[in-house]
C-alpha cells in the first residue's frame, strides 16, 4: 500500500483502529520499520481514533504509553531499548497484554510476531511511504480484509 504523505498515514492508523472489535483487549498491533518511517505516527492515529484527545507522546523514553479510553486500556510500546525477550518482564509485559498493545520495534524481540495479530512493516518508497499489511492470526487476517477493501 502506498501512503503518498503524512495524512495517507493517519488514514491508515484510523482504519486500523476502526476494524477492531470493541473489546480488544488481547490484541497486538505490530509496527515494524526503520526511524521515521512512520510507526509513531500511525500508532497516534490509532489512538486517536479510538477516543484520546490529548497529546501522544512517544514511548521512546518511558517505552510504555498507557491510555484509558473508554473502558478500554491501549499500551504504546517501544520495544527499540530492548535487548531481549527478557527484560519485557520488567516492563510488566504480561499485565500489558490484558490491554491492546502497539508495538514499535517487534523485531527486538525474537518470537514476538507469533504472538502478535496483525504486523505493518513500514518503509520508505515512491516518493512517500510503503505500509504492508500481514494477518499474523485468524482474527489479524479478518480485521485487514475490511482494512484492504
Same mark, same amino acid.
Given at each position: 500500500m502506498h501512503l503518498k504523505d503524512t495524512a495517507a498515514t493517519e488514514k491508515l492508523g484510523k482504519?486500523?483502529? =476502526?476494524?477492531?472489535?470493541?473489546?480488544? %483487549?488481547g490484541w497486538m498491533i505490530l509496527l515494524q =520499520?526503520?526511524? %521515521?518511517? %512512520?510507526?509513531?505516527?500511525?500508532a497516534r492515529s490509532m489512538i486517536r481514533a479510538l477516543g484520546h484527545s490529548g497529546n501522544v507522546p512517544s514511548p521512546t523514553y518511558t517505552?510504555?504509553?498507557?491510555?484509558?479510553l473508554n473502558g478500554k486500556t491501549i499500551y504504546h510500546?517501544?520495544?527499540? /531499548?530492548? %535487548?531481549?525477550?527478557?527484560?519485557?518482564?520488567?516492563l510488566g509485559w504480561s499485565d500489558l497484554r490484558e490491554g491492546l498493545l502497539l508495538v514499535e520495534w517487534p523485531e527486538r524481540v525474537q518470537g514476538l510476531s507469533d504472538q502478535g495479530d496483525v504486523l505493518v512493516k513500514l518503509g520508505y518508497g515512491g516518493g512517500g511511504r510503503i505500509a504492508e499489511l500481514n494477518g499474523l492470526s485468524? /482474527? =489479524?487476517r479478518q480485521i485487514l480484509e475490511s482494512v484492504l477493501l
Open positions: 482504519d486500523l483502529a =476502526g476494524a477492531l472489535p470493541d473489546d480488544a %483487549g =520499520g526503520e526511524l %521515521g518511517a %512512520g510507526k509513531s505516527t500511525l517505552l510504555v504509553e498507557p491510555y484509558e510500546v517501544d520495544l527499540y /531499548r530492548i %535487548g531481549d525477550e527478557n527484560e519485557l518482564e520488567f485468524q /482474527r =489479524g
